[in-house]
């Protein structure tokens, strides 16, 4: 009973002694754990260290590089500042210079538009003026002549009436002349070169005609006049005229029928702006004993004029190459047939005559001649029968001679 008491307490110590043993082992084993995992938080937290230095270091470099940018953005902003508080008076007044310039050019644009604009009323004040140049032309003519040739039958008396009233109209004239303002000067010197040599033409006319011939040339006068006055109060051309233009409203050819209008005012005006000349003094018209110098032929016939009568021919063809030009253009932008013989201005031909020096079928004649040939050109566009300048269309200088096909009497 003792061996067994005694084996079991030998077994419990040493039963004892192995749990001892155990303990301190396991005590050191946590131990090497817990020392190793500290090691390793003290690894992390100096990454974590060195990884907020690292980027500590990145945001102060990008921070150091955005400061030098904004320096050197300021200091090209104070350069160019610099510059521009430099530049010199010289280039201000370059500056100033180039926009008047540009005004300039600005204002010749308007001035070229306000041209090709004009109406022909603007074109009507012209050939105002140049039969008012013409007139003094003529009254100048008249007072040499009155001067040199003293005729038998007139007293002294009546000379000097009858100066004074030329010297009145003159003066009248020149009051007129004076209070129109021509807006092209090179139109001006255009008109002076043609009147220089109008009156050398006229110079040169030394042969005067009889009384018998003036008197023969009066009453011949009288009569065209007669017929021309008939002519323009004829309510029959006003029904053509309105004939018209409800035609053209219903093909709807606006730019045609514009043209139309214009041209009945045209005519309008100027049968009331010739009335006045139809109460002329025949005895002081130079036309009425200025002897011919050209001849020409017109359907077979022969008739001969003087410097009067063939510078109306001449204007007749010029005035209708003009008109025909503009009718041409009309039908042009209507994109209409070309058809010259159709336009109402070609079928009347009066435009520019006032009844005095050549018969009114010769003038129409001539019209007409310079009509088509200008309505083919405005309808092509082109300018191959005659020229624009100034605001006046005119028939190329040989065209035109050969058109009249004057003869030279002397």
Known sequence: MKRVVIL???VLSVLLGIATLAYPQQDQQDGNQNKSEKEAKSEKQQGEKQANREQQQLQN?????????ATEQRKENQDR????????PQDQSGQQRQRAEQQRQDQNRQQQQQVHQQKPQDQNRQQQQRAEQQRQDQNRQQQQQVHQQKPQDQSGQQQQRAEQQRQDQNRQQQQQVHQQKPQDQSGQQQQRAEQQRQDQNRQQQVARLS?????QLVVQQQQRLTQYRQHMDQQEQQS????????LQQQRRTAQYRFQQDYIVRMREQQVRYRNDWRRD??????????????????GNYYEVNQYGADTLR???????????????????????SNYQGAYAYQDANYGFNGFYVGQDDYNYY???????????????????????????????????EILGFQSLR
């Open 367 to 401: 019209f007409r001649e310079g009509f088509r040939r200008g309505y083919e050109d405005g309808y092509r566009s082109r300018y191959q029968y005659g020229s624009y300048s100034n605001g006046d269309y005119s028939v190329l200088g040989s065209l035109l001679s």
């Open 315 to 337: 204007q007749a063809v010029n005035y209708g190459y003009a008109e025909g030009f503009r009718t041409g253009q009309a039908d042009r932008q209507d994109r209409w047939r």
């Open 211 to 215: 009384q018998q011939r003036q008197q």
């Open 81 to 88: 500042q610099q510059q521009v508080h430099q530049q010199k």
């Open 8 to 10: 079991d307490i030998t």
């Open 282 to 299: 025949y005895s002081n018209d130079p036309y009425f004993y200025s002897a011919p110098i050209y001849r020409y032929q017109r359907a």
């Open 61 to 69: 470099q990008r921070q150091q590089e955005q400061q030098q940018r």
């Open 240 to 247: 053509i005229a309105r004939q018209r233009e409800a035609s």
